[in-house]
């Protein structure tokens, strides 16, 4: 299993910047896809950007050109750096790990490991 712990949510202006930490521990999360979702009450949890040892998927189409995702060797820690916030990126932010065997996946569906969420709020 890999235990995640995210850190670092808060409030920023639209325009700003924030950055995002995830701790992962547990069972070789080198081993493993780590990626960020986030989502909003009433939608689904949506993919921001994901990362493996093996490469960098592409990351999603609303935070395109303004995040970008990175990860010690070990996998122990996780970051994604956002740029230019928008009100549209208010969400609770996720951790995630999964992807065992795969090169590299940011398919949440594949993701079996969670963790509790950041809360980011973007204000106008």
């Known amino acids: 299993q890999v235990q995640l712990k995210e850190s670092g949510g808060g409030s920023a202006q639209a325009g700003g910047s924030l950055i995002l930490h995830c701790r992962a521990s547990?069972?070789?999360?080198?081993?493993?896809?780590l990626g960020w979702f986030r989502q909003v009450p009433g939608k689904e949890r949506e993919r921001v950007a994901c990362i493996s040892t093996r490469g960098v998927p592409p990351v999603g189409d609303s935070v395109k050109g303004r995040v970008t995702i990175s990860a010690d060797n070990a996998g122990n820690t996780l970051t994604l750096q956002m740029n230019n916030l928008e009100p549209g990126d208010a969400a609770v932010y996720y951790c995630?790990?999964?992807?065992?065997?795969?090169?590299?996946?940011?398919?949440?569906?594949?993701?079996?490991?969670w963790g509790q969420g950041t809360q980011v709020t973007v204000s106008s």
């Open positions: 547990g069972d070789a999360p080198s081993r493993y896809s």
């Open positions: 995630a790990a999964g992807g065992l065997g795969l090169s590299w996946t940011c398919d949440r569906v594949k993701y079996v490991y």
